[in-house]
């Protein structure tokens, strides 16, 4: 993905964002404590965005008393806090794992116990360490939801938001037309949870299958980052097709 500092996340998308949280909550019956680990671009981005569907935000920063986290948890709003990683996930009924993707599966293991949680993981892990200079996936034969799965094993990982630039979770309009957001997993009620989450920020879901298959949702990042890399942006809006006559 895009690398920003949160400080430009929050300058670029803050209309966005606010304009977000200010909508009714879609569903504060079931509202859930969200820890949010890490406060990257995409723990910026949806944060804010859960937080307008009802639910209470936690991020889990390694230094939470910044001015950037303190300006986040502000943004956010209704009721959102701050705190260290390991006491955001405490009492929290869903993790969303925004931290870089070679350290999610360390994180993973730090935060301690997560048994029963839903984990969200958007991360990708590249290696852009090769002789023709075209990027590999960082896990090979593999995925890094299946590692940070395997670092809790008795946690529900489900894979989503690892093919889509920040900018358009916040701002699905710019792509001039539908946004689906492809998710992987286990876990059939977790997976259902999370796309409930994608429907709230006004994105649709396709359900690519048990979590093995986030090895494949992983190599399309790769893929987005290559030829990103060579003056060919894209984005994957995998619009679902109407039904058929």
Request: aromatic residues 6%.
């Amino acid at each position: 993905m895009r690398t920003y500092k949160t400080a430009t996340f929050v300058s670029l998308a803050a209309a966005a964002v606010v304009a977000a949280c200010t909508t009714s909550p879609s569903n504060t019956a079931n509202a859930a404590r969200i820890a949010v680990i890490g406060t990257g671009n995409v723990g910026s981005a949806l944060g804010p965005e859960f937080a307008a569907q009802g639910h209470t935000i936690v991020y889990g920063s390694r230094d939470p008393s910044r001015q950037e986290v303190k300006d986040l948890v502000a943004l956010t709003g209704a009721n959102a806090s701050a705190t260290t990683q390991q006491e955001a996930v405490a009492g929290a009924d869903i993790v969303l794992l925004s931290v870089p993707g070679t350290a999610a599966e360390q994180v993973t293991k730090d935060l301690g116990d997560l048994s029963g949680k839903i984990i969200i993981d958007p991360t990708n892990r590249v290696d852009r360490n090769t002789p023709d200079g075209w990027a590999n996936h960082g896990v090979p034969g593999g995925s890094n939801a299946e590692l940070i799965q395997a670092a809790a094993p008795n946690a529900r990982v489900v894979k989503a938001f690892n093919t889509l630039n920040w900018v358009q979770m916040v701002n699905p309009e710019t792509s001039g037309g539908a946004i689906t957001i492809a998710i992987a997993g286990n876990d059939a009620e977790a997976k259902a949870v999370v796309a409930e989450l994608i429907k709230g920020m006004g994105l649709e879901v396709v359900d690519f299958g048990p979590l093995r298959y986030a090895n494949t949702l992983e190599e399309m990042l790769v893929t987005w980052a290559n030829a990103r890399g060579r003056g060919q942006a894209f984005n994957y809006y995998m619009r679902l097709q109407p039904p058929q006559n």
